[in-house]
Structure formats: C-alpha cells, structure tokens
C-alpha cells in the first residue's frame, strides 16, 4: 500500500496555501514550508523555459516520490510525497485535491489572505472527505505521522500582508539582536 507522505499545495508564486505531512519525511522537509515551495515552485518552471512540451513530473526526494501538477482553478500546483512510486495514487490525489479547490466554496478564494475558519474548513474537506475517497482503494488515508499533534502543519495564507511583513521584520530583528549580543 503507497502511504501518502505529505501534501504540499501553493500557488503560481510559490505562497503556500496548505502543507501537511502525514509519515516519516515530516521532520526534515518540512521545518520551513516557504523555502521548500520557493525551491519546487522554481524547479517546476525551469521544464518550461527549455520548450512549452516539457513538465517536471516527479522527482525523487529520500524515500519519497514527489509529484507535481498543476490544478484549476487558477494554476495552483500539488506536490504529493508518496512512499512508493505510485502514479495511479498520485492522480486520484490530484483529482481529488483539484476538485476541492474547484468546488464553490473555494473557487474564486484570494488564497494570499484568508481566515482561519476558511482554511479550517478547506483543511477539514480535504482531510476527512477528499483524500479518504481518493485513496479508499488503496487502503485508505490515514496520518502517520510520527509527531502525532505536533506534526507540521503550515500555511501563512491566514496572515494579512502586514502581519507577514511585520512577522519577518521582528524575526530579522531577534536574529539582528542576538548576533550583536554576541549569540551568534
């Protein structure tokens, strides 16, 4: 049985809106979720600057096998980590991901700003709804994660602007504080 590994889903500018990781790759990869969708939003585009026929379709990643695509409703990408090669896995994800973010209540959201009702009730769509029916033949859905409730889960969608820009300010200004108290 493929176990689902983790779920990244961001958009064209790599802002993460949803990441979880469900197994074992939790504790590396996921430490700093805007790194990480940064670098895959970026490893997806280089593909497409050679020709428009070429797509990064999987890359291998540890144990883990990362799949890509692209989603609607507004180009929005998936990144699936699966314990296994499992292509037909994979696309049941990605269906099931695309029509949860496709369906009314999701389609025309501004996923940069959002409430944390909002990104509860998307979180709980896909968790106890869209991945259970997408992976009910394939011995079904269930978070192993080794953290239990501490394993990661990231999304700064639920920010405004001015609380991300103020957050990484006061996170410049602890590092900046600390090197000149001799911390670093």
């Not at 600057?49 to 695509?69: A, H, Y």
């Not at 501004?110 to 009910?136: G, N, Q, T, V, Y």
Request: glycine share 8%; with cysteine; hydrophobic share 40%.
């Amino acid at each position: 049985m493929p176990v689902l590994e983790y779920l990244l889903i961001y958009t064209q500018s790599g802002l993460p809106i949803y990441s979880k990781c469900y197994g074992t790759f939790c504790r590396a990869a996921f430490k700093n979720p805007e790194l990480l969708t940064g670098f895959l939003s970026a490893v997806e585009t280089i593909p497409l600057t050679i020709s428009s026929d070429f797509s990064l379709q999987s890359v291998k990643m540890g144990n883990s096998e990362m799949r890509f695509t692209k989603t609607t409703p507004g180009g929005h990408s998936v990144v699936i980590g699966l314990g296994e090669d499992a292509p037909d896995v994979a696309n049941e994800v990605f269906s099931a991901v695309s029509e949860t973010l496709a369906s009314e209540r999701f389609v025309n959201q501004d996923w940069s700003i959002i409430s944390a009702e909002l990104m509860a009730s998307f979180e709980d769509e896909l968790l106890k709804s869209s991945l259970p029916r997408a992976l009910h033949d394939y011995g079904g859905f269930e978070d192993q994660c080794s953290m239990g409730d501490q394993c990661l889960i990231h999304t700064n969608a639920s920010q405004s602007r001015a609380q991300r820009i103020w957050g990484a300010i006061k996170d410049k200004y602890a590092v900046l504080k600390k090197k000149m108290s001799g911390g670093i």
